[in-house]
Nanobody, 121 residues
Framework: QVQVVESGGGLVQPGGSLRLSCAASGSIFSIWAMGWYRQAPGKQRELVATIPSGGRTHYADSVKGRFTIPRDNNKNTVYLQMNSLKPEDTAVYYC???????????????WGQGTQVTVSS
């Protein structure tokens, strides 16, 4: 079993910053990509940023230049540093991890429970 747990959400004023954390634990041989997605009320879940185990990061156009997605492979942890936050960034943010549980197996998608981010004055 693998657990993916997010933390760090909350209420922040427009223009402010927030840092989300996501840690994967349990039966883990390796983790391929990790990423952040978000879902605003009445909207579909959308990709925010992803980072492979090695390689280039990818950002949604709406967050480029404002968000970064550093990763600590030793801790099986990924972060989302959010700067210059806007009201339209308000959403539940979900972490995703492509986890290989045993050598030779294909990765399986694991999701966290989500953490609420609200940008409002």
């Amino acid at each position: 079993q693998v657990q993916v747990v997010e933390s760090g959400g909350g209420l922040v004023q427009p223009g402010g910053s927030l840092r989300l954390s996501c840690a994967a634990s349990g039966s883990i041989f390796s983790i391929w990509a990790m990423g952040w997605y978000r879902q605003a009320p009445g909207k579909q879940r959308e990709l925010v940023a992803t980072i492979p185990s090695g390689g280039r990061t990818h950002y949604a156009d709406s967050v480029k230049g404002r968000f970064t997605i550093p990763r600590d492979n030793n801790k099986n942890t990924v972060y989302l540093q959010m700067n210059s936050l806007k009201p339209e960034d308000t959403a539940v943010y979900y972490c995703n991890a492509d986890v290989v549980e045993k050598r030779g197996l294909l990765p399986y998608d694991y999701w966290g429970q989500g953490t609420q981010v609200t940008v409002s004055s």
